[in-house]
């Protein structure tokens, strides 16, 4: 499909050009439309002046009116209307009184008395700047509808990016929160290398998170290397344990998800498979083109649903930690935000055991190159290094 070389730009974009682009279709359609009436009828052609003054008139006045209606149109509806009617009726009469005097000036020894004249050329002039004033009114007041909807959307747009973030916000202290619980265990247990080798991975895991805004889109190549990063942290606590699966199709890799939308799956399968089972349990995480959706899946092999509801209902009895529940209602919440209804979040419980969770979404490349990424991850990387340096400095 042809891409247009430019943008179309709305009509009421620029108020000021649209209202003379108006002005000048209107009144020069009116003196058209008279000309041809006037020649209709087999009147000379000199008769033409005074439909093009009567135009001209009606013009002017037209473009004071507008003045006066600009200042009214944000008034009280009894002094908006009642003002308008007054100003209408005085600028019909000044309109019909130059038309008549023009027209008496042509018309010289004609039986028709100038009251005649005044009468018959006030009804047409008023039908024309009553026609005037009813269009402008209309117009003003669409485009005002049209910028109070546009703000709504966007007061609604910024309230779902604000919930986005909070959302994601969500994300880090419930991480956080386990990682320094485990380097704290290991600091006390006296495993020097061991906490040290956390702490750069946990540094790491966050400087690549600093890359993208919250709320914002990466694509599934990214989360995946993100989520790398975030395993390689949990593989030194559960070692041989945690063992992992990674199925991504190839044609997926620059499809966009929201950002680090993976990451509470995975820690929510560390914690109910792997951790309560000595043999540990492997996590598959794929992702594929289904359609017009992006399908990406989350599996892993330790107990089912209702073992894991169990295991929570047990260590709410004995007054052990249990979950926060951020993880599956995070996701939900975040899906619901980002897509309405257009997305699919279910969870399987298949019958050999293991815990599924499959995620659908409306299949969306990525547009900015992954060079432009990785720049950016650099310069995060960099600021992240700053810091550090700083930070050494005053402590020497």
């Known amino acids: 499909m042809a891409v247009l070389p430019i943008r179309p730009t709305p009509f009421f974009a620029n108020k000021n050009r649209a209202f003379w682009q108006l002005q000048i279709a209107g009144w020069g359609?009116?003196?058209?439309?008279?000309?041809?009436?006037?020649?209709?009828?087999?009147?000379?052609?000199?008769?033409?002046?005074?439909?093009?003054?009567?135009?001209?008139?009606?013009?002017?006045?037209?473009?004071?009116?507008?003045?006066?209606?600009?200042?009214?149109?944000?008034?009280?509806?009894?002094?908006?209307?009642?003002?308008?009617g007054l100003v209408l009726m005085l600028a019909v009469s000044v309109s019909a009184f130059i038309n008549s005097w023009v027209i008496s000036l042509y018309q010289v020894g004609s039986e028709a008395s100038f009251t005649q004249l005044f009468l018959g050329v006030f009804y047409i002039d008023l039908t024309l700047l009553a026609a005037w004033s009813a269009l402008?009114?209309?117009?003003?007041?669409?485009?005002?509808?049209?910028?109070?909807?546009?703000?709504?959307?966007?007061?609604?747009?910024?309230?779902?990016?604000?919930?986005?973030?909070?959302?994601?916000?969500?994300?880090?202290?419930?991480?956080?929160?386990?990682?320094?619980?485990?380097?704290?265990?290991?600091?006390?247990?006296?495993?020097?290398?061991?906490?040290?080798?956390?702490?750069?991975?946990?540094?790491s895991f966050l400087r690549h998170t600093l890359v993208n805004e919250a709320g914002s889109k990466v694509t599934v190549k990214e989360e995946i290397e993100t989520l790398k990063l975030y395993l390689d942290i949990e593989r030194m606590r559960f070692e041989e344990r945690l063992r992992t699966d990674f199925r991504i199709d190839p044609a997926c890799e620059n499809a966009c998800l929201p950002s680090l939308l993976l990451q509470p799956l995975v820690e929510n399968a560390i914690k109910y498979a792997v951790s309560p089972q000595e043999e540990g349990a492997q996590i598959r995480v794929t992702a594929r083109i289904v359609g017009k959706m992006l399908r990406i899946s989350v599996s892993d092999t330790g107990p089912g649903q209702q073992e894991r509801i169990a295991a929570r209902r047990v260590a709410s009895t004995h007054g052990e930690p249990v979950s926060t529940g951020v993880g599956l209602a995070n996701i939900r919440d975040r899906l619901a935000q980002a897509y309405g209804e257009n997305h699919l979040f279910e969870i399987r419980t298949p019958a050999q055991g293991g815990f599924t969770v499959i995620i659908e979404i409306p299949h969306e490349e990525a547009e900015e190159p992954h060079a432009t990424l990785t720049e950016r991850q650099a310069n995060a990387r960099n600021v992240f290094q700053l810091h550090e340096q700083r930070r050494l400095e005053s402590n020497a």
């Not at 087999?42 to 600009?70: H, N, W």
């Not at 485009?143 to 909070?166: F, G, P, T």
């Not at 880090?172 to 290398?193: G, W």
């Open 136 to 203: 402008y009114y209309a117009i003003n007041f669409y485009v005002q509808v049209e910028e109070q909807a546009d703000q709504l959307l966007r007061l609604e747009a910024q309230a779902a990016n604000a919930q986005l973030a909070m959302l994601r916000y969500q994300l880090n202290p419930h991480f956080l929160f386990n990682t320094l619980n485990s380097i704290s265990t290991l600091v006390l247990l006296k495993q020097t290398e061991p906490a040290n080798a956390m702490l750069t991975r946990l540094s």
């Open 29 to 84: 359609g009116a003196l058209v439309l008279r000309a041809m009436t006037s020649i209709a009828n087999e009147k000379p052609l000199s008769f033409l002046v005074l439909v093009l003054i009567a135009t001209i008139t009606g013009f002017s006045i037209s473009l004071i009116l507008s003045v006066i209606y600009r200042q009214l149109i944000s008034r009280r509806p009894l002094i908006t209307w009642g003002v308008t």
